[in-house]
């Protein structure tokens, strides 16, 4: 039951234009996503949200959040012929925009894609950069495109949507990282109607993670919470180009738990106590895990534990292939495993302790 619930929803929210700093129609499906689930859902002026769940005793606060933003580009120029040029807004590769079909703020288009007919031998060798290429929306002028509403600064965004294999477990598109898990949250706040933990947890989706991890700085401060837990999706490394990486992390061997991520500046140690909690609870429910240490890429997490005074965060990631684009590919027994964690995390909390560093 909850693979077909949770790939529902999970094919209805990926297909919404969600870029960093457009996330509205996004941020607006997953309130009415929360509302029947939560004591009160709110979005405050950068667009982050935040549903509240009281517990049936007193206790500390913790926030488990996700990001509803996804890569995307946006539209940085209209030439007079009304082909579009485009700005990368996260971690867009251009080997992968070539050829694509995209949303354009609503609109139907393609990146174009040189002619191999009239490429020379060098052309074919390499990728174009980003500003090379451009964006084709069936128009014949700069007006044209005008008049269907496209203007600097629209989203664009691959069009891909979210397919299963013959393995029904295994599941491809565009969007799952993060909207996975978005619809994982609003899935925890179902399992716990009955409110039996301590304290308040309020799940917060975070805009413009993709570009630095800023709403969830905001979402943080605001807070002020006692713990958190990040969750996001995580590249993986079971295929033939990444084997032998020292990064031993693939789909459907259970949640990922990150004990560093990021580099020197941005990015998290997760701290003894917070991973001892997180993996004392897998291993109680006998659900396989696997520490990661990742420097090539981050969470929120990076910025939500330095805020104020100092926050006891930490984060459970799901893997995912082919990280970044509009094929990304995960296992719903990876989600399903995550679910039961986070559960049980939440129905203990009246009894983590202060967790003092020393």
């Known amino acids: 039951m909850f693979k077909t619930t949770f790939l529902e929803e999970l094919k209805e929210l990926a297909s919404i234009q969600g870029t960093p700093g457009q996330e509205m129609n996004v941020v607006r499906a997953l309130v009415e996503m929360f509302k029947p689930f939560a004591d009160k859902v709110e979005v405050d002026h950068m667009g982050n949200l935040y549903a509240y769940l009281e517990g049936n005793q007193p206790g500390p606060k913790l926030m488990i959040s996700a990001h509803s933003d996804e890569i995307g580009c946006v539209v940085r120029d209209i030439d007079d012929r009304g082909f579009i040029r485009v700005e990368r807004t996260g971690g ?15 609109h139907f288009g393609v990146i174009g894609v040189k002619a191999g007919h009239l490429q020379t031998p060098e052309e074919r060798k390499k990728a174009p950069s980003i500003y090379e290429l451009y ?28 397919e299963q294999f013959t393995n029904k477990d295994l599941i491809c598109g565009k969007a799952i990282d993060n909207r996975s898990c ?27 993670e993709e570009v630095g991890l800023r709403g969830a700085k905001v979402a943080t401060y605001k807070l002020n919470p006692d713990y958190a837990i990040v969750l996001d999706t995580i590249p993986c490394a079971d295929t033939p180009d990444s084997l032998g990486s020292g990064y031993p992390v693939g789909i459907g061997k259970g949640p990922v738990i990150p004990a560093l991520a990021g580099g020197s500046v941005r990015g998290n140690i997760m701290s ?48 995912r292939r082919y990280s970044h684009s509009p094929v990304e ?30």
């Open 182 to 208: 978005c619809v994982l949250l609003v899935e925890l706040f179902k399992t716990l109607q009955s409110r039996d933990f301590s304290g308040t947890l309020v799940g917060v989706v975070a805009v413009q």
């Open 272 to 319: 003894p106590q917070m991973k001892k909690l997180i993996t004392s609870h897998a291993k109680k429910l006998e659900i396989p895990y696997q520490l990661a240490v990742m420097t090539g890429a981050t969470t929120d997490v990076a910025a939500v534990h330095i805020e104020r005074e100092g926050i006891r965060a930490g984060a459970i990631t799901v893997a």
């Open 135 to 162: 964006v084709d929306v069936g128009a014949s002028s700069k007006a044209e495109v005008l008049e269907m509403g496209i203007e600097i600064g629209d989203p664009i965004t691959y069009i891909s949507e979210i």
């Open 92 to 106: 867009v590769l251009e080997t992968l925009l070539i050829g694509r079909k995209v949303n354009v703020n609503g």
């Open 329 to 358: 590919m995960a296992d719903l027994n990876d989600y399903e495993q995550t679910l039961t964690l986070l559960n049980s995390l939440v129905k203990d909390l009246g009894n983590w302790g202060e967790m003092s560093f020393i």
